[in-house]
């Protein structure tokens, strides 16, 4: 069984045991966290949309870890205005879930 769930403003479509990456929730390691945006739960001909939600649906997970991703560079040029040059860096917190359970 698998379902589409929102968190952090992104869709992510999961099944159960998979491990994911989601924008930081705030958690601690080994909480467990609920979802309960779920937009689509089915396998195979079996499938419940929701308009936009299903109602009732719930995808439960395991905090595995919290982290910071690779570092993104940003270089900001301005030609012809005094050799203006900008180097910035930014790293985005993430936190790691084991789906556990799926629920329709």
Not at 56 to 64: E, L, S, W, Y
Not at 65 to 87: E, Q
């Amino acid at each position: 069984m698998y379902a589409v769930i929102k968190t952090g403003g992104k869709q992510y479509r999961v099944r159960e045991g998979q491990i994911l990456r989601v924008e930081s929730l705030g958690a601690n390691e080994g909480d467990k966290v609920e979802f309960d945006q779920v937009m689509m739960v089915g396998e195979g001909a079996d499938v419940k949309l929701g308009a936009p939600l299903v109602e009732g649906a719930k995808v439960a997970a395991t905090v595995t870890a919290n982290g910071r991703g690779k570092k993104v560079t940003i270089i900001k040029f301005r030609r012809r205005k005094n050799r203006s040059r900008t180097k910035q860096g930014h790293r985005q917190n993430y936190t790691e879930v084991e789906i556990t359970g799926i629920s329709a």
